[in-house]
């Protein structure tokens, strides 16, 4: 299968920045999407931020104008800038990602999430 390990998290004080990073790996052929998503306490994981292999983006409104998503393609790892942090992104933020890797007899699609890293930001 492919996983994908996520790194970058902690606590920060509001209006502070961080830049999440996840990188997949296992037999891959090739990831069309991948994204952030996010979960704080008590509510449902939300999108944070998508990018697709030619660099198209896609963000939750919470987040326009203060995040960035981008990617190297060459090295199957996408990352989240986020600047301009307030409380209310206090989340466990996870990677996504979708494509198709090679099972060991042909190539199969696969959709695949991280670990989740947490990211405080205090007042």
């Known amino acids: 299968q492919v996983q994908l390990v996520e790194s970058g998290g902690g606590l920060v004080q509001a209006g502070r920045s961080l830049r999440l990073s996840c990188a997949a790996s296992g037999s891959i052929r090739s990831i069309n999407v991948m994204g952030w998503y996010r979960q704080a306490p008590g509510n449902q994981r939300e999108l944070v931020a998508t990018i697709t292999r030619g660099g198209s983006t896609d963000y939750g409104d919470s987040v326009k104008g203060r995040f960035t998503i981008s990617r190297d393609n060459a090295k199957n790892t996408v990352y989240l800038q986020m600047d301009s942090l307030k409380p209310e992104d206090t989340a466990v933020y996870y990677c996504?990602?979708?494509?198709?890797?090679?099972?060991?007899?042909?190539?199969?699609?696969?959709?695949?999430w991280g670990q989740g890293t947490q990211v405080t930001v205090s007042s």
């Open positions: 996504n990602a979708d494509g198709t890797y090679y099972s060991g007899l042909y190539y199969e699609g696969f959709t695949s």
